[in-house]
């Protein structure tokens, strides 16, 4: 495994500055964030997994770690995440959401797929959150999203979040329905460092956001707006708890993640956690 830094371990791992600054009527102590650090590397087999070694378990909040090739990338389920050798963003972070209950660990899910969201409307893209966490453009998926958290009985300690944003991909060879990348919709190259530069700003502002109720009430109602096919209307599913395909209404997400249904069939609200339902499109 092949390791490039563009910027210096040491330097990566500098711990979050505090320091004492004047604020309207009195003085307070106001954190300060580090610029944002991105570690490229060569390649590495999987930026998730890179992440859960000891080596990377001092890495400061808000560190990205991105591969130009990344050989066994991971997704949802346990799949594979395809991407061409330096075309495309694949990265992972670590985040201590303790502010987070374990029941709300799904507002940081929700804060990472609008930040992709807000990121693609400044290109131009209107996008929208397939549940759980796929970003859609229209039907077709331009990034996947994997979020791992270390929680105990009372917070949630640490998590490490990933992406695969299809960036300048045109070509894709493997099974995966329906992709798409930036390139594609908007015809130009975009450079991969500046994708992950402007993402990682969002993804640090939208994460934050989740510190408080306001945020957090912010933040679902934003992800309530983007969120693919809530629109009022009935569409197909496949029900695997009941082995059938059903037609219905999306109805709430809640803040562990489970996604309410109204079945029209006989307007009963039914909850769905993530291997239990299957969109049709």
């Known amino acids: 495994m092949a390791h490039h830094y563009f910027l210096p371990i040491s330097e990566a791992c ?4 505090q320091t004492i600054v004047p604020m309207p009527g009195r003085v307070g102590m106001v954190g300060q964030y580090p610029p944002p650090r991105i570690l490229w590397l060569d390649s590495t087999e999987s930026t ?8 990377y378990a001092s890495l400061p909040d808000f560190s ?7 050989t066994a990338g991971r997704g949802q389920r346990g799949n594979r995440w395809e991407s061409e050798d330096f075309k495309n963003l694949t990265f ?3 985040v201590s959401p303790t502010w987070l209950l374990p029941s709300q660990q799904f507002a940081l899910s929700e804060a990472v797929a609008l930040a992709v969201v807000a990121f693609l409307q400044s290109e131009g893209i209107e996008a929208s959150v397939k549940w759980p966490n796929d970003i859609y453009v229209g039907d077709r998926k331009i990034c996947g999203i994997l979020i791992d958290h270390s929680i105990d009985a009372t917070r949630i300690l640490r998590s490490i979040v990933s992406a695969g944003l299809n960036v300048n991909q045109t070509l894709f060879l493997s099974d995966a329905p329906n992709p798409v990348s930036i390139k594609q919709l908007l015809n130009r190259d ?4 500046t994708v992950a530069t402007g993402l990682l700003l969002l993804l640090r502002q939208f994460i934050l956001l ?9 933040i679902h109602n934003s992800f309530m707006r983007r969120l693919y096919r809530n629109d009022g209307l009935p569409h197909p599913y ?3 708890l009941r082995d059938m395909r059903m037609e219905a209404v999306i109805a709430d997400v809640l ?3 489970t996604l309410l249904l109204r079945d029209i069939a006989d307007s009963s609200i039914r909850p769905y956690l993530f291997k239990q339902l299957s969109f049709i499109i």
């Open 14 to 17: 500098l711990p979050p500055k």
């Open 48 to 55: 998730h997994n890179l992440l859960k070694t000891p080596d």
């Open 64 to 70: 990205m770690v991105a591969a130009r090739c990344q």
């Open 92 to 94: 992972s972070m670590p």
């Open 190 to 193: 975009t450079p991969v460092e």
């Open 210 to 218: 989740t510190a408080t109720p306001g945020g957090r009430l912010e």
């Open 238 to 240: 496949f029900d695997h």
């Open 255 to 257: 803040p562990d993640g």
